[in-house]
């Protein structure tokens, strides 16, 4: 069993920070990319950024400069610091992993619960 727990979700103002945590566990025998992904009542669930194994990173448009991604392997932990709030960040994020529960298997995506972030104006 493999388990994405998010964590950090909170109410700010606009202008604030947040720091996002997702933290892998069980069954896990390597993890590929890891990323956060966003979501809106009524749209779909978008990218925000991604880092690779080796620590390269993607971001969304939209979050360029403001928001940082990082991970840390010996933890199965990924990050994600949210400088500069815009109310228009507010969302539920996911964590994502591409990861494999065994040498005999093959990569698979798995999704956390969700954290709430909510950035008033």
């Known amino acids: 069993q493999v388990q994405l727990v998010e964590s950090g979700g909170h109410l700010v103002q606009a202008g604030g920070s947040l720091r996002l945590s997702c933290a892998a566990s069980?069954?896990?025998?390597?993890?590929?990319?890891m990323g956060w992904y966003r979501q809106v009542p009524g749209k779909q669930r978008e990218l925000v950024a991604s880092?690779?194994?080796?620590?390269?990173?993607n971001y969304a448009d939209s979050v360029k400069g403001r928001f940082a991604i990082s991970r840390d392997n010996a933890k199965n932990t990924v990050y994600l610091q949210m400088n500069s709030l815009k109310p228009e960040d507010t969302a539920v994020y996911y964590c994502?992993?591409?990861?494999?529960?065994?040498?005999?298997?093959?990569?698979?995506?798995?999704w956390g619960q969700g954290t709430q972030v909510t950035v008033s104006s």
């Open positions: 994502n992993a591409d990861l494999k529960r065994s040498l005999w298997e093959g990569y698979s995506q798995y």
């Open positions: 880092i690779t194994s080796g620590g390269s990173t």
């Open positions: 069980g069954s896990i025998f390597s993890i590929n990319d």
